[in-house]
């Protein structure tokens, strides 16, 4: 079968801070997804290549104003909360967890009720431009092994994580894992159940290892997790450092910071991805950049219940992986989009400050902003890069996972004035202000996940 080719101009950010307007270019998608080529316009071959492919029925041309992006990479986001999006927020998180949030996790012990709810959410998700969601589940096997197979089914890639947690003090009778035996057996068995719904080399859904978070798991559980994780390659997720609350129950319990004693477990690998972390140390920076590991940066959910700001610029700095993370229902948008903006705007707030009362100069922490084009790099090749995976930006060899950015929607917030904006500008104007109107169409692994166009 011969390469299918798209002919239009796509934005991607290869590297952080760096973005590049494709314009006009050809992209090759071969059988198994994957980009094969990308040829420009003033290449030799590009005027053959082209008629060829649209003899042959082959090509796609993208009108004057729709442009592809690579598809976003939502790094931690809970799936159960799906019904809860938008309210339970007035409450600190410890209060949250118990009073609406487990609870409501309890109820995924219903199969249909799970995959209704998991259905609705992946459909949302793709439609949000989230080709790559990396999920908390609940601690039931047969809710968080339909997830795996809905994600399968709808064609978005996915890490599936059934969430451990034992810890009997701290988890409800009604919702925890009766030992931390089970939880581990139970573990093992959901990761050996995942792998199987897939063959070939690069499943589009895979098992992740969930301990929920320090305050919610034994240290019994903590360190069996850890070597499930060096025995099957899986990779980890948790939450860690979010709050004020957290991060001191934690050190009164262990003595020690989130990360350390993740560290100490063997939870902090390769490509473990550590949900907020906003109060992590420079140490812990330090063991997280040795470990390859990565955080999941979730700025909205931060505004509810961190009690302060991540430190990205640092983190960036220091060459720490570093992707987005909606965290819904912590989070009330499903938007990757969105959650560039809320990254930008945490990061300038970070700068400028908050208090009025204060000097400017003392107001604030200096360089902490970052660019539109950074913003976008996380929301897409670094949360590629923290997980290991060949998606967010168009380069050959890369998976086509994309989006199809249409301006001329009725709907839509984005106007181009041709004559004032660059493409870079152009650019912007999607980032800072293009909705789920615009995204007509969504493409994981070169397959077409959901389109609103005929
Ligand atoms: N810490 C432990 N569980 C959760 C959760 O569900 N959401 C958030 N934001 N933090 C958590
Ligand atoms: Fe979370």
Request: aromatic share 8%; charged share 25%.
């Amino acid at each position: 079968m011969k390469d299918r080719l798209i002919c239009g101009t796509a934005f991607h950010a290869p590297q952080r801070g760096a973005v590049e307007a494709l314009e006009e270019v050809l992209i090759a998608i071969d059988a198994s997804g994957s980009i094969s080529e990308i040829v420009r316009k003033d290449q030799v071959g590009f005027d053959e290549m082209k008629a060829e492919a649209r003899r042959d029925g082959r090509l796609m041309q993208l009108a004057d104003n729709q442009f592809l992006l690579p598809g976003f990479v939502d790094l931690h986001i809970h799936a159960p909360q799906w019904p809860q999006l938008g309210k339970a927020l007035d409450v600190p998180l410890e209060v949250w967890l118990q009073k609406y949030t487990f609870p409501l996790e309890a109820r995924y012990a219903d199969v249909d009720f799970a995959r209704e709810v998991y259905g609705e959410l992946v459909d949302e998700l793709l439609a949000n431009g989230t080709t790559t969601a990396v999920y908390f589940a609940t601690i039931h096997m047969e809710a968080s092994l339909a997830l795996a197979e809905i994600c399968l089914e709808k064609g978005q890639r996915a890490f599936v994580g059934k969430v451990a947690m034992d810890d009997q003090d701290q988890c409800p009778v009604g919702y925890r894992d009766r030992d931390a035996e089970t939880a581990v057996a139970e573990m093992r068995e959901f990761i050996r159940r995942v792998r199987a719904l897939s063959t070939g080399a690069d499943p589009l859904v895979q098992p992740i290892i969930t301990p929920r978070f320090i305050p919610s798991c034994t240290d019994t559980l903590l360190k069996a997790l850890g070597e499930v994780a060096a025995e099957t390659g899986c990779l980890v997720q948790t939450h860690c450092s979010e709050s004020d609350w957290e991060r001191d129950f934690v050190k009164a319990r262990c003595g020690k910071t989130d990360t350390e004693v993740l560290a100490d477990f063997g939870l902090l690998r390769h490509s473990t991805i550590l949900a907020h972390s906003n109060f992590v140390t420079d140490d812990d920076l330090t063991l997280i950049r040795h470990a390859d590991a990565a955080v999941a940066h979730c700025p909205l959910s931060n505004v509810y219940f961190a009690g302060a700001v991540f430190p990205l610029r640092a983190a960036l700095d220091r060459n720490i992986h570093v992707g987005i993370g909606s965290d819904v229902s912590g989070g009330h948008s499903p938007s990757i989009l969105d959650g560039c903006r809320h990254a930008l705007s945490a990061a300038r707030t970070r700068e400028g400050g908050v208090d009025p009362s204060l000097a400017a100069a003392d107001r604030g922490v200096a360089n902490s902003a970052i660019s539109v084009a950074e913003a976008f790099w996380l929301a897409t090749a670094g949360g590629g890069e923290a997980l290991g995976s060949p998606v967010g930006k168009f380069v050959p060899g890369y998976k086509f996972d994309a989006l199809l950015i249409d301006l001329d929607v009725p709907a839509s917030n984005v106007r181009r004035w041709p004559a004032l904006d660059s493409l870079e500008d152009v650019f912007q104007k999607i980032v800072l202000n293009a909705t789920r109107s615009n995204i007509v169409r969504t493409w994981v692994n070169g397959e077409l996940v959901t389109s609103t166009q005929a």
